[in-house]
């Protein structure tokens, strides 16, 4: 079974930057995909393609890849941007959800 | 505007059954993977199932496999899920979601609907 794993919870001041991680060990060969879920909404696709921004997301979220991690980076957090953050990706043709990670902004 | 809207839900018995729609609008349905995730209560995302644009082909999550069928109606323009065999854990807010495209994004999300087993 394939799984990606994230740090529960991450916290940050206004203005800061932050960095949320997913490990998978198929992530050097298979896409990343991360998603923003606010409390009572459905989740919204941020990135895809490990890097690639939808259109309408901000500039101040990026992705990046570094063999098996994935990381999500919000540069100049907002307290709007407090939220569960997902990752996702598939293997074999079946999708995986890493745990999620609560941004708390302080 | 691209729109996913799903029904279905409701509260079932342990062992019983349900059939979850979801209505798309907004694009052409059938060039699209279609997709259902769900979420238990304070839980996380969890994929269930996905089915190609034609229906040519099905995935499934171990803990529904055998159990759940995805299928579609493209010229209604509609995606159904058949829940069977119902536990406790399938409790949950199921989601459909609209494939990207070239990949494996889900980049459009219905509101969802709440199925309580129980």
């Known amino acids: 079974s394939y799984e990606l794993t994230q740090p529960p919870s991450v916290s940050v001041s206004p203005g800061q930057t932050a960095r949320i991680t997913c490990s998978g060990h198929a992530l050097p060969k298979q896409y990343a995909y991360w998603y923003q879920q606010k409390p009572g909404q459905a989740p919204m696709l941020l990135i895809f393609q490990d890097t690639e921004r939808p259109s309408g997301i901000p500039e101040r979220f990026s992705g990046s890849s570094s063999g098996t991690t994935v990381t999500l980076t919000i540069s100049g957090v907002r307290a709007e941007d407090e939220a569960d953050y997902y990752c996702q990706s598939s293997d074999s043709s079946v999708t995986f959800f890493g745990g999620g990670t609560k941004l708390t902004v302080l | 505007e691209v729109q996913l809207l799903e029904s279905g839900g409701g509260l079932v018995q342990p062992g019983g059954s349900l059939r979850l729609s979801c209505a798309a609008s907004g694009f052409t349905f059938s060039t699209y993977t279609m997709n259902w995730v769900r979420q238990a209560p304070g839980k996380g995302l969890e994929w269930v199932s996905s089915i190609t644009g034609t229906a040519f082909s099905t995935y499934y999550a171990d803990s529904v496999k055998g159990r759940f069928t995805v299928s579609r109606d493209n010229s209604r323009d509609t995606l159904h899920l058949h829940m069977n065999s119902l536990r406790a854990d399938d409790t949950a807010v199921y989601y459909c979601?609209?494939?990207?495209?070239?990949?494996?994004?889900?980049?459009?999300w219905g509101q969802g609907t709440m199925v309580t087993v129980s």
């Open positions: 979601a609209k494939g990207h495209g070239d990949d494996d994004a889900f980049d459009v």
